[in-house]
């Protein structure tokens, strides 16, 4: 065996074990990516995702909104007791509130 027969013997394996751990790498990192953990660079510092102006003022807008949805959120809570309590109360008694509401203020 002549060394030209080892190499020939030795080169595919070594692709293929090149070709399998790029592509292994290249999938944790798409996973990494797409679940939103942040990348590390060649030291361990973190690569992705940097904080611009833009997403500090998006994350702004955001909070905001949240807040108004919370605000709203109240509302229908307590227009719901409302209803529930029309519902759940006896109907005599609902009819006398309205009866109530209808009479005069005198």
């Known amino acids: 065996m002549n060394a030209l027969t080892v190499i020939g013997a030795i080169a595919p ?16 990192t798409w996973l990494r ?3 939103g953990y942040p990348l590390d660079g060649a030291w361990g510092q973190a690569v992705y ?6 997403t500090v003022e998006r994350v ?7 807040a108004q949805l919370r605000a709203e959120l109240g ?12 519902v ?3 109907s005599h008694r609902v009819a006398s509130e309205i009866e109530a509401l209808r009479r005069p203020a005198n």
């Open 13 to 28: 394996i070594v692709t293929i074990i090149t070709v399998v751990a790029i592509g292994g790498w290249v999938f944790t």
């Open 33 to 35: 990516i797409k679940n």
């Open 49 to 54: 995702p940097k904080t611009s102006d833009e």
């Open 60 to 66: 702004k807008l955001l909070s905001q909104e949240n």
């Open 75 to 86: 509302s229908v809570k307590d227009r719901l007791a409302v209803i529930e309590r029309i």
């Open 88 to 90: 759940t109360d006896e």
